[in-house]
């Protein structure tokens, strides 16, 4: 409906703009006209206004030379000079009114009263050309000038009355013109505010409410998509919380599970402290039973025992905080106390498996803001993944973890072996989920890996050559400055 309205409206606003320029076109077509008579009317009406001021001259420089007045030849040389622009004016004003190619310069009566005047001019011309030529010779011809002086005098009243007649009519004319030019004015002005009435009627207020109705429905398409957005940003914030909690529930499933895996290795290096904690025990209660016993020697063999038995709370503690921990909780931590973790974890299983674990740890690193437990689940499913590149490896099988800062504000972890290795056909594919290059794998600790890693705006990436050295290594944006005062406490 409004694509027809617009389609109407835009042909009324072509008819509106022809019609304009029509308006234009006619009012220079009428105007211009009245505008350039106006322009000579001026010229016509001063140069009808000298013929009289220059006839007068002409008479007057007659009669000086006729009576003697003027002294000698001057009064026939300024008869000379004003008979030449006299009969000048005149011609001109015949040419300009009375001639046939332009027809439209004066009116009939203009006309006739010229072409009743000529007569006289001539006569007076005539006359006053007789004069000069006899005035001229010598001696004078004085017979012949007081016949042409008669000639002008009598002929100069008539002439000058005619000449008033025609300045009348030119002035009535001119005046008449200048209201008809007033008239064609109001005419034409009538018709552009009636023009522009009639477009502000039919074009401007259709098209104003046009676009009054055009803009409440961009008002409501904007009210309805914002409305869709808030929807979708709840929906996305909903689905975001759910994934969130099963990235967590996967988590805790995958600590358990490498916990699980590691439970030979934990339970050797649990049965260690135990096993001296019996012993220092077993010792004390020999030597107490005495006759006389080694006081200093039980006191020594009961502080070794308590500090057994710390290492084997700590142990524990770290296995309950690894597997129980389910909530994500963001902190400043160590990048090189998260990976001493990694390690005392798996101390047992190296020393059974025979791996040489190296740790190249760059000092004075920058706290990471994260959750050191998720970080540490990283290191350990990729420290495992590395246990099994290496089972195959006889020859001095090794693997490196590192740290050290990348750019300026990022910190980069690694972990280096010398397995197997990753076929170039599977690299791509290591951190999808369910992909596994094991087939007792379930494909799904890269994955979680790579899930942890984003979650903390980090990135991880896999390098490898297969047979000779493979790299896992990721990396974390550093913590603000704020985590120094945390730094220096955990160093303390």
């Given at each position: 409906m409004n694509d027809q309205v617009a389609d109407t409206l835009g042909r009324k606003y072509l008819i509106a703009l022809t019609a304009v320029a029509i308006l234009l076109l006619g009012d220079r077509a009428l105007i211009d006209p009245y505008l350039m008579r106006l322009a000579t009317d001026a010229p016509l009406m001063n140069i009808a206004g000298r013929q009289r001021m220059l006839s007068q001259r002409l008479m007057k420089a007659a009669l000086a030379f006729e009576g003697g007045w003027g002294g000698g030849k001057a009064p026939l040389r300024e008869m000379t000079e004003a008979l030449g622009p006299w009969s000048a004016a005149q011609e001109q004003l015949l040419r300009d009114v009375v001639s046939p190619a332009w027809p439209s310069r004066g009116s009939e009566a203009l006309r006739d009263a010229l072409q009743q005047l000529d007569p006289y001019f001539l006569k007076i011309r005539a006359a006053a050309q007789r004069v000069i030529r006899a005035g001229s010779s010598d001696p004078p011809d004085l017979e012949i000038v007081r016949d042409g002086l008669v000639v002008m005098l009598v002929h100069e009243a008539e002439y000058l009355r005619r000449m008033d007649q025609v300045v009348g009519l030119y002035e009535s004319e001119a005046r008449?013109?200048?209201?008809?030019?007033?008239?064609?004015?109001?005419?034409?002005?009538?018709?552009?505010?009636?023009?522009?009435?009639?477009?502000?009627?039919?074009?401007?207020?259709?098209?104003?409410?046009?676009?009054?109705?055009?803009?409440?429905?961009?008002?409501?398409?904007?009210?309805?998509?914002?409305?869709?957005?808030?929807?979708?940003?709840?929906?996305?914030?909903?689905?975001?919380?759910?994934?969130?909690?099963?990235?967590?529930?996967?988590?805790?499933?995958?600590?358990?599970?490498?916990?699980?895996?590691?439970?030979?290795?934990?339970?050797?290096?649990?049965?260690?402290?135990?096993?001296?904690?019996?012993?220092?025990?077993?010792?004390?209660?020999?030597?107490?039973?005495?006759?006389?016993?080694?006081?200093?020697?039980?006191?020594?063999?009961?502080?070794?025992?308590?500090?057994?038995?710390?290492?084997?709370?700590?142990?524990?503690?770290?296995?309950?905080?690894?597997?129980?921990?389910?909530?994500?909780?963001?902190?400043?931590?160590?990048?090189?106390?998260?990976?001493?973790?990694?390690?005392?974890?798996?101390?047992?299983?190296?020393?059974?498996?025979?791996?040489?674990?190296?740790?190249?740890?760059?000092?004075?690193?920058?706290?990471?803001?994260?959750?050191?437990?998720?970080?540490?689940?990283?290191?350990?499913?990729?420290?495992?993944?590395?246990?099994?590149?290496?089972?195959?490896?006889?020859?001095?099988?090794?693997?490196?973890?590192?740290?050290?800062?990348?750019?300026s504000d990022r910190v980069e972890f690694a972990v280096i072996d010398n397995g197997e290795g990753i076929f170039p056909e599977s690299i791509d594919r290591v951190f999808d989920a369910y992909f596994s290059t094991r087939a007792s794998g379930m494909g799904m600790g890269l994955a979680i890996c790579r899930t942890l890693i984003e979650s903390h705006q980090g990135r991880i990436d896999v390098r490898s050559r297969p047979g000779e050295r493979t790299t896992f290594a990721f990396t974390l944006p550093a913590g603000t400055s704020d985590d120094g005062a945390v730094r220096r406490l955990h160093r303390g």
């Open positions: 008449g013109r200048v209201v008809d030019l007033r008239r064609v004015g109001w005419i034409v002005t009538g018709l552009i505010l009636a023009t522009l009435g009639a477009i502000g009627r039919f074009i401007l207020r259709p098209a104003t409410g046009l676009i009054r109705s055009q803009i409440s429905e961009l008002e409501r398409a904007r009210d309805e998509l914002e409305a869709r957005v808030r929807e979708r940003t709840r929906e996305l914030q909903e689905a975001g919380e759910r994934h969130r909690a099963l990235v967590e529930q996967f988590s805790h499933v995958a600590r358990t599970t490498t916990i699980g895996e590691m439970a030979s290795g934990l339970a050797h290096e649990l049965n260690q402290p135990l096993g001296a904690i019996a012993n220092y025990a077993e010792g004390c209660l020999v030597e107490l039973a005495a006759p006389d016993p080694a006081i200093g020697e039980v006191r020594d063999a009961l502080e070794r025992l308590l500090a057994t038995t710390l290492r084997a709370g700590q142990i524990i503690d770290r296995i309950r905080k690894f597997v129980t921990r389910q909530e994500s909780r963001r902190e400043p931590f160590e990048p090189n106390q998260v990976v001493e973790g990694v390690q005392e974890l798996f101390r047992g299983e190296v020393e059974r498996r025979g791996i040489v674990v190296q740790l190249d740890l760059a000092p004075d690193l920058p706290c990471v803001w994260g959750d050191p437990v998720q970080i540490q689940q990283v290191l350990v499913n990729l420290v495992r993944n590395a246990f099994d590149a290496l089972a195959a490896q006889t020859l001095k099988p090794t693997l490196v973890i590192q740290t050290r800062q990348v750019e």
